[in-house]
């Protein structure tokens, strides 16, 4: 840090207008919520016998882990590679990330219908590591568990010094001088098993290859899944920072963004790289011809999610630009949310459907509440601990 | 008259044994026990099939749902659209045209195949779902959580969900008569009362030399396919048939079990650990080597740990 800015709590007006309409979303998706908990999925979802995962699986969980990849990828880089000047946007990737896993966990209690069977997993007696799910639920349950640890310093930097409460302040000094100690051993764990449980998300849909849609079905479902996480954490800290500094009227740190920008198109071109290599390997782009649903789905998704982010992720005159490094990084952001939902939902052809599954308004306003009350916290975090970086002066005003 | 058993007193016998050891195994047997020639099936002789809808009766009755009187199953009725298995129908049969002789009808019973390597138990995550030595897949509603995996993972579309129960919703499949099988012996319900001798209870491997046979001696009686021999690696339940299975609405499926793939990937970046262990380690080192560079950066004062340094790095 140097000097003349550090991560404090955010000063100012709480209650918006923007914040009254995430509690009003909150209120109505929790209204759904208990509805959903008091009469069971069928009175809400449109899920059936033929379609067992719909809306909440793509988004609240798949898509929520993918966009959560900013918190490992800007921790590698800036803690393990130590390209030290983006210690200022580890603090905001990490709080997404925290946030973003902790509501992979509620939404997944609205899915599941014996939610309070959700330890069964991590009980010996019950382990089975032949199920991919199994890798992914201990992963993310361990994972959860490093990012708290990461964030606890931040935590405890608040209480530090606080005069009024000696005995918190020495204690918070206490945890923080063992965390630091042993954080180098949490941020490696972090990194090692996002790329566990990010790739293993993908394996989930190779069990079932006679109802995938050749177009998503690969064996190498995992790696592309990585390698998606990984091209999709540094745009969606990009995304976040400048729309962050945007909502709260700060100065985004747009030097730092560029420096992070001119990583993208590389992980992004990897992961392009491998995507279309594998569709005309397995000569699956066939497929893109016949018109279908899914053919325009997958196009879109390659075309405005991955290739035109990408191109725009070249030139210059975007990388300068906070509003175009919004919109490209926006767009890989979701590209990649369209991806989770196509390999989930879209990809998904059961034998025996007798209608196509398409969420109902329930299912898209737990949903909307989910990720209101996500933003929500994160504006709640930001303003009690030191989490954004700000320049030192403006603690006067 | 009754379903035919092929073997009886071996199956009778063996049947409760095994099962009865099913019952106190400890482990999650993914692997049978048995060989999967051992394993108990029952070979289904479509052209035999009457459409009576018997055992429809029968295995809602042996399961203890609340069963309407068998009367009600002789209603032709609901042949008029394709009926899948539901929670509290473990079997469904349903009719299809004959292109050879339209007047004859074809009735196909569904129900849970039993796969020798079945999908739903490799993709259950807390081992609710297991393969027993019988050859059943019976599930235990007290382990799982509801996620709904092994219906996805099913390529029979088989396991069905009590969507509408909020606290203790099941996921509900046909459990080959396992309970009831170990404790008297015996035959499933649906082979018991199936009056023509379409469901053939036995060992695998006797029932599929028999299938063969029948294929072998009633040359324009069946198509030259047994249903579930090499299907998604091999099934239980095996299926002869007069006209092409395609035609019946059976999905066609590779002959490797679809969990081979998962499990192979999976045990693959889990090999004895090393993995991931290995990729630890490598960010640890890049994690300190970064360090050492960023401290000449700050001006050269790594040149007294240097020699330790490279000793533990070569």
Not at chain 1, 85 to 113: C, E, K, S
Not at chain 1, 364 to 377: R, Y
Request: aromatic share 12%; glycine share 6%; with cysteine.
């Amino acid at each position: 840090m140097t000097g003349r800015e550090q991560s404090r709590p955010v000063v100012r007006k709480f209650l918006t207008p923007g914040v009254g309409v995430l509690l009003a979303l909150i209120t109505a998706g929790f209204a759904f919520a208990v509805y959903r908990f008091l009469f069971g999925l069928a009175a809400i979802t449109n899920l059936d016998q033929q379609h067992p995962w719909g809306l909440w699986i793509a988004i609240d969980v798949a898509t929520g882990v993918a966009l959560a990849a900013g918190g490992f990828t800007t921790a590698a880089l800036a803690y393990i590679f130590r390209r030290e000047q983006f210690h200022a946007i580890t603090r905001p990737a990490l709080l997404t990330a925290m946030l973003g896993y902790t509501f992979v966990g509620i939404g997944l209690l609205a899915d599941l219908g014996r939610y309070y069977n959700i330890w069964h997993p991590a009980w010996p007696t019950m382990w089975q590591g032949d199920s991919v799910l199994f890798e992914v639920g201990m992963c993310v349950m361990c994972y959860l568990i490093v990012l708290y640890v990461e964030f606890l310093p931040i935590v405890c930097e608040r209480f530090v010094n606080d005069k009024r409460r000696p005995r918190l302040a020495r204690f918070c000094v206490a945890v923080q001088h063992l965390v630091h100690r042993t954080m180098f051993l949490f941020i490696i764990a972090g990194v090692v098993l996002s790329c566990l449980h990010q790739s293993s998300l993908g394996n989930l849909m190779v069990i079932a290859p006679s109802k995938m849609h050749p177009l998503w079905f690969t064996p190498i479902l995992s790696l592309l899944f990585l390698l998606s996480a990984v091209a999709v954490g540094f745009p969606m800290v990009i995304f976040e920072s400048v729309y962050a500094a945007w909502a709260l009227r700060l100065k985004p740190e747009l030097d730092l963004l560029r420096s992070l920008a001119r990583y993208v198109p590389v992980l992004l071109g990897v992961y392009i790289a491998f995507k279309v290599g594998d569709l005309l390997i397995r000569e699956s782009h066939v497929y893109l011809a016949d018109g279908s649903a899914q053919s325009v789905m997958f196009l879109s998704e390659v075309v405005f999610g991955l290739i035109t982010p990408f191109v725009m992720f070249l030139s210059v005159r975007v990388r300068r630009s906070a509003r175009w490094l919004l919109i490209a990084s926006l767009l890989i952001v979701l590209g990649v949310a369209l991806n989770r939902v196509n390999v989930f939902l879209t990809a998904y052809q059961p034998p025996y459907a007798v209608k196509a599954y398409f969420p109902s308004i329930g299912e898209f306003i737990v949903t909307a509440g989910l990720i209101s009350a996500l933003i929500l916290l994160y504006r709640l975090v930001v303003t009690y601990f030191p989490v954004i970086t700000q320049p030192v002066r403006a603690r006067l005003t | 008259m009754g379903g035919a058993v092929l073997d009886h007193r071996r199956a009778k016998g063996d049947g409760s044994e095994a099962a009865v050891r099913d019952q106190c195994s400890p482990q999650r047997s993914r692997a049978l026990e048995l060989p999967p020639q051992d394993a108990f099936g029952v070979l289904v002789d479509i052209p035999n099939c009457i459409g009576c809808r018997k055992c429809e009766f029968a295995c809602q009755e042996a399961a203890g749902f609340a069963v309407p009187p068998i009367e009600t199953f002789d209603d032709k009725s609901v042949f008029a659209t394709d009926r899948r298995p539901q929670p509290h129908a473990y079997t469904t049969v349903n009719r299809y045209p004959n292109p050879a002789v339209p007047e004859k009808p074809v009735y196909v019973k569904a129900n849970c195949l039993h796969c020798l390597e079945p999908a739903c138990v490799s993709a259950c995550l807390v081992g609710a779902l297991r393969k027993s030595e019988s050859g059943a897949v019976v599930y235990d509603a007290w382990k799982c959580m509801g996620c709904r995996y092994c219906m996805v993972a099913c390529p029979f579309q088989i396991p069905t969900y009590e969507y509408d129960n909020a606290l203790t919703p099941q996921v509900w499949k046909c459990d080959f008569c396992a309970e009831s099988r170990s404790k008297n012996g015996g035959v499933p319900a649906c082979v018991k009362i199936c009056p023509n001798e379409a469901l053939i209870f036995g060992r695998r491997g006797e029932l599929l030399k028999l299938a063969h046979e029948k294929i072998r001696n009633h040359p324009g009686m069946y198509v030259d396919h047994i249903y579930g021999e090499h299907e998604a690696g091999g099934t239980s339940w095996l299926y002869l048939s007069s006209i092409p299975f395609e035609s019946l609405g059976f999905v066609q499926l590779a002959s490797i079990a679809p969990s081979r793939l998962t499990e192979m990937i999976q045990h693959g970046v889990f090999k004895h650990w090393m993995p991931p262990l290995a990729l630890y380690g490598l960010l640890a080192i890049v994690m300190w080597l970064s360090r050492r560079t960023e401290e000449e950066k700050l001006g050269g004062r790594v040149a007294e740990p240097e020699s330790v340094e490279e000793g533990v790095l070569v």
